[in-house]
């Protein structure tokens, strides 16, 4: 599923809110515990780092270049 940041911010926002209940356009999601609605961040936070890196906005691995040298004796 493709999340965005008004995704995250209505979470986040729940959260600071203590409300166990999250609107986002015309859906309603209500989760159980404090825990199910931080384990709802972290994937929204997830897929939103997964879409930055799949689409180059956010880099991946660092990439080393090593260089060895010998003067052939």
Do not use: C, N
Not at 21 to 34: L, N, P, Q
Not at 57 to 67: D, E, H, M, S, Y
């Amino acid at each position: 599923m493709a999340y965005t940041e008004a995704h995250l911010a209505a979470l986040e926002q729940a959260l600071a809110r203590g409300e166990s209940r999250v609107r986002f356009e015309d859906k309603m999601v209500e989760y159980r515990s404090v825990e199910e609605l931080k384990a709802a961040i972290r994937e929204v936070k997830r897929g939103l780092f997964e879409q930055a890196r799949d689409s180059g906005l956010w880099p991946g691995a660092p990439r080393q270049i090593r260089v060895t040298t010998s003067k052939g004796l």
